[in-house]
């Protein structure tokens, strides 16, 4: 069997298993706490996309969801709750984000990620631009066993590049905004070098920005093009953070 056979079938056997343990045990919506629905329909009428482009430090980021509400509670729980059952809705906002933002650096291509992408190669062809997810850090991956960001891509037909790779920093929940830059200044770098590479950012959530710039930085001083960002959604921050929620930046 192929790695990618491989990887196809154990994404399906990782869904039949959620899919038998939502059947033994209750659930309740992530959005709304109602019994016995994963995700009722009030909640998931409000995780439908709804584009806005915003910026960070002159990168322009397009973000398919405000963070809050009902938005913020579903995502909470996907990323630290464990409820990948909610990956299914929260797939489209990221990838109407993908798509708006390849529109808008590639007026003139055609832009139609699902399905085109080349395995493992995250990148679309007709625009000819890497779609690069920043890295979890370790004890990130240790608390969840999956990569956020990835699972949305791949369950909305599209393959990440991991271009990047990270050190670990400290946790960003409760820092302002020049705690939050300091904090990431210098923490990814490129795998390889990245001439010639066009590259679309992709992230979860976006308030100050931080992560995108640094990622920004580090594929420059590879040699790559940052022609933008995309993010699931987004958040305006007028006071400082006071919850947890790893790893948002």
């Not at 899919?19 to 045990?25: I, K, Q, R, S």
């Not at 022609?227 to 006071?239: I, P």
Request: aromatic share 2%.
């Amino acid at each position: 069997m192929t790695r990618t056979g491989a990887e196809r079938t154990a994404r399906a056997a990782r869904r039949a298993v959620l899919d038998a343990w939502a059947v033994l045990l209750p659930t309740a919506c992530s959005g709304c706490g109602v019994p016995d629905s994963a995700l009722c329909a009030a909640c998931r009428a409000r995780l439908a996309p709804a584009v806005r482009v915003t910026e960070r430090g002159g990168l322009r980021v397009w973000a398919g969801l405000d963070y809050s509400g009902v938005p913020r509670r579903v995502i909470a729980s996907f990323k630290d709750g464990g409820r990948t059952d909610a990956a299914a809705a929260l797939a489209p906002p990221l990838l109407a984000a993908v798509v708006a933002a390849l529109a808008a650096v590639q007026p003139h291509g055609a832009v139609e990620p699902r399905g085109t992408l080349e395995p493992g190669r995250g990148r679309h062809p007709d625009a000819g631009i890497h779609l690069v997810t920043i890295p979890s850090s370790r004890r990130a991956w240790r608390a969840r066993g999956f990569l956020p960001v990835d699972l949305l891509l791949r369950r909305a037909g599209l393959a990440p590049s991991r271009v990047l790779t990270s050190r670990e920093t400290a946790d960003q929940v409760g820092l302002d905004r020049a705690a939050r830059a300091r904090n990431r200044d210098g923490s990814l770098r490129a795998v390889r070098p990245l001439t010639g590479v066009r590259c679309l950012l992709v992230d979860d959530i976006v308030t100050t920005g931080a992560t995108l710039l640094e990622a920004r930085r580090a594929i420059l001083a590879a040699g790559g093009e940052v022609v933008g960002g995309a993010a699931l959604a987004e958040t305006r921050r007028r006071h400082p953070v006071t919850h947890r929620s790893s790893e948002t930046d």
